[in-house]
């Protein structure tokens, strides 16, 4: 068969991609064995057209214009929050399993810090970026839409970004909706910072929950947090001053219930007969406490995967929407019904 490139000249990847009505990119792709965009029937279809216009490729040539690193970044705010060490470990695994290494930098939720993170990441010439630190106000997530720069978001969401996250709000319900089933009828929320899509999620699902039982939404039971144990700690602090006191309280994340618990029970209270909590994400203290907590369970290996595929589909100039996946409410000892 006679096409683009016949003549003097090899046929090239620009003839191939013409040939097929794609980009260039899409035909590396398409002949890397290792990328997982080689087993769809569309890189087949490439590879027939290449073979048939007598495209032969040439490993290193290719390589060297890729400039691909075969390494993603990873934006976390802090390691030591056991969450997000447990989701980066997550992402490593799966992007290995593809090929691919990663390189993780901190930003303790600081804006700027995040923007000098991802620049010192993108200077590094990583393919792509996943974030866990997206804001509801957008940030540095607009700037690399805007750049084009391949990012993905994980656990919290902004905007027109492909993400892989948890239904937080089918969350909060659970945990809120596990309460009411108790009996409760007086139930505080520690709420996350509104900045995060994954705090102002479950706050709405608690609140869902509530309505949905003729319960009142009363404002100061929704007491402030930053996703820390200290700030748990302060967030029990409030809650032992509220008159009459809630007989259960919803936690926006398992470290601000361990500072609560740490708070109250420092002041006398029973767990759970003097006050049920709930935690959420369920890391593996959660079920080791002296009273086992009650949590929701994040199924944080599926979000990482969907994350990883979703760059590589991205870096495949495939389209990338955004993956939700359902929580799991798991009952230990730290709730009952009311005394």
Known sequence: MSGPGTGSKPPTIADVARAAGVSPST????????HRFYRSPTAARIREIAEDIGYAPNPVASNLR????????????????????????????????R?????????????????????????????????????TSGGFCQELARRNVP?????????????????DRLGGYLAARHLIDLGHERIALVAGPDYASSALGRRAGYEDALREAGLPVEERLILPS????????????????????????????????????????????????????????????????????????????????AAVDQLMDLLADAPAETRTFAPTLIPRRSTARPA
């Open 226 to 305: 930053a996703f820390s144990m200290e700030s748990g700690e302060d967030a029990g602090r409030l809650l032992l001053t509220l008159d009459p006191r809630p007989t259960a309280v919803c936690t926006v994340n398992d470290h601000t219930a361990i500072g609560l618990l740490s708070t109250v029970q420092r002041a006398g209270l029973r767990i759970p007969d003097d006050l049920s909590v709930v935690g959420y994400n369920d890391v593996p203290l959660a079920a080791r406490l002296p009273v086992p907590l009650t949590s929701v369970r994040v199924p944080f290996p599926s979000i990482a995967t």
């Open 27 to 34: 035909v590396s792709r398409a002949l890397n064995r290792e």
């Open 99 to 135: 090929g691919y290494h990663t390189v993780v930098a901190t930003t303790h939720d600081d804006p700027d810090r995040e923007r000098d993170s991802g620049e010192v990441l993108l200077q590094r010439r990583v393919d792509g970026l996943i974030l866990t630190t997206a804001r």
């Open 151 to 167: 990012h993905v978001l994980a656990l919290r969401t902004y905007g027109d970004s492909a993400a892989s996250v948890g239904d």
């Open 66 to 97: 890729r400039q691909q690193t075969s390494t993603f970044g990873v934006l976390v705010p802090r390691l030591t929050d056991t969450v997000m060490a447990m989701l980066y470990e997550e992402i490593a695994a799966a992007s290995l399993r």
